[in-house]
């Protein structure tokens, strides 16, 4: 695993779809640890990696149904809110870190914030 930071001060204490694995927490300086595949990717999108942990344990975090069901619409909207504070670039660059292609991105700012919160919608739900 390897631990990047994105460079978009506007990505931080949020949930992020990335390149290969998916879902992930965006930590409050920036900070993600990802899959070296993904690690690669991100490099060539802006990102800087922070260093190598070889002794790594993925803890799954264990909560109740009810409680991610109650939470899920609450950050959506989070996300959302997010997402409409961003500026234009700073959404075309995100969305194109996710796999969007330029010319998908090329739309107004709303049509924008729809595409990235639906995306993270359904990998959201998906998980």
């Not at 992930?24 to 990696?49: F, H, K, Y």
């Amino acid at each position: 695993m390897e631990r990047v930071k994105i460079q978009n001060k506007g990505v931080q204490n949020i949930k992020l779809i990335l390149p290969f694995d998916g879902l992930v927490q965006i930590d409050g300086e920036g900070v993600v640890e990802v899959s070296e595949r993904c690690a690669n990717v991100l490099l060539s999108n802006g990102w800087q990696i922070l260093g190598t942990k070889k002794e790594t344990k993925v803890v799954k975090e264990e909560t109740p149904t009810e409680e991610v069901e109650d939470n899920e619409t609450e950050e959506v909207d989070d996300i959302a809110s997010r997402f409409n504070n961003m500026k234009v670039g700073e959404l075309r660059d995100l969305a194109m870190e996710i796999g969007f292609n330029e010319e998908e991105v090329k739309v107004k700012k709303g049509e924008l914030v729809e595409m990235l919160v639906s995306k993270y919608a359904e990998v959201y739900n998906a998980e």
